[in-house]
């Protein structure tokens, strides 16, 4: 195999790395190659000295610690998950300000139900004051309804957003790999590989 198929065949195992890392990586073994040939060496056996290119490929997608599998996917996939705790947390907590809010209306009923019973002139006294407590544990049962539905929203915009940015960044990383494969062809002047 030659330089440039051996280039052009490194360059297309290993897509899933970033383009401007895979370049270097791509020029790192150039030089390796070129320096081989530098010290006498045929470009065939320069190529085969490194080794099978599979697994020269599958040892730097390990190093590089690139997905193998579709990475847009994996991406999604975390950032749907991040979002879903934060939810299920924020979740938990406005549940538990709504049983906190509950509980006051519950016990404001209960403490005048009780108040009446025993000291009937008891009501005049404080119902101002068990009123404002009522009004104030159901602000807190509609308060925290309204800050989950807030933050359910807020979760969810960003998510799309991310989803947005995430595509945008893959779909301009393709462009570049096609253009650095387009390059590496003419400068290799349109020479097939097996």
């Known amino acids: 195999m030659t330089k440039k198929q051996f280039l052009l065949k490194m360059n297309m195992r290993l897509i899933t790395i970033n383009p401007r890392r895979r370049n270097e990586i791509l020029n790192h073994y150039r ?35 690139s997905i193998i599998l579709v990475p847009i996917l994996f991406s999604i996939l975390n950032v749907i998950t991040a979002i879903i705790k934060v939810l299920l947390t924020l979740a938990i907590i406005a549940l538990l300000v709504g049983i906190i ?3 006051i209306t519950c016990g404001y009923s209960l403490v005048m139900s009780t108040l009446e019973h025993f000291i009937p002139s008891s009501v005049l006294l404080s119902s101002n004051m068990f ?15 309204l800050v989950l539905l807030v933050v359910m929203v807020k979760a969810a915009l960003t ?13 301009k990383d393709a462009i570049y790999m096609i ?3 387009k390059i590496m062809k003419e400068a290799f002047k349109g020479e097939t590989v097996d």
Request: aromatic letters at 2%; proline letters at 0%; charged letters at 15%.
């Open 179 to 181: 253009q650095s494969t």
């Open 31 to 65: 030089s390796v190659i070129d320096q081989s040939m530098a010290n006498g060496n045929t470009e065939e056996s320069s190529v085969e000295a490194l080794g099978s290119i599979n697994s020269l490929c599958r040892q730097i997608l390990r190093k590089e610690k």
């Open 131 to 145: 009123a404002a407590v009522f009004k104030a544990g159901a602000c807190v049962v509609v308060g925290s309804a």
């Open 101 to 103: 809010g509950v509980a």
């Open 159 to 171: 998510a799309i957003i991310k989803i947005i940015i995430h595509l945008g960044n893959m779909a």
